[in-house]
Nanobody, 120 residues
Framework: QVQLVESGGGLVQAGGSLRLSCAAS????????MNWYRQTPGAQRELVAD???????HYADSVKGRFAIARDNTKNAVYLQMNALKPDDAGTYFC??????????????WGQGIQVTVSS
């Protein structure tokens, strides 16, 4: 059964850095775009960054220049390097991957969420 295991969150002071990791278990015939979303207090869940199978990256305007997304297809993993963190970056971060397991149809896979807290 597929699980997305997230790690790397925690508490950091403003201006500090964190790196989030998300690794998908199982065997996949195909992996599509990999994404990081976040849910912040009092706001809707928003797309923070994504990376296509070809390595094309997109970022939300609020994090552009500070965050960097990367993927490692050999490990079924996606990473989010977060630098110069601000209190507004705090929230629950979710990885989302669309993929197809061997002998199965395309499905949507979500991590359970990992907490990021930024103190001022």
């Amino acid at each position: 059964q597929v699980q997305l295991v997230e790690s790397g969150g925690g508490l950091v002071q403003a201006g500090g850095s964190l790196r989030l990791s998300c690794a998908a278990s199982g065997s996949f015939a195909s992996l599509g775009t990999m994404n990081w979303y976040r849910q912040t207090p009092g706001a809707q869940r928003e797309l923070v960054a994504d990376i296509t199978p070809g390595g094309i990256r997109h970022y939300a305007d609020s994090v552009k220049g500070r965050f960097a997304i990367a993927r490692d297809n050999t490990k079924n993993a996606v990473y989010l390097q977060m630098n110069a963190l601000k209190p507004d970056d705090a929230g629950t971060y979710f990885c989302y991957i669309r993929g197809r397991e061997n002998s199965r149809d395309w499905s949507d896979y979500w991590g359970q969420g990992i907490q990021v807290t930024v103190s001022s």
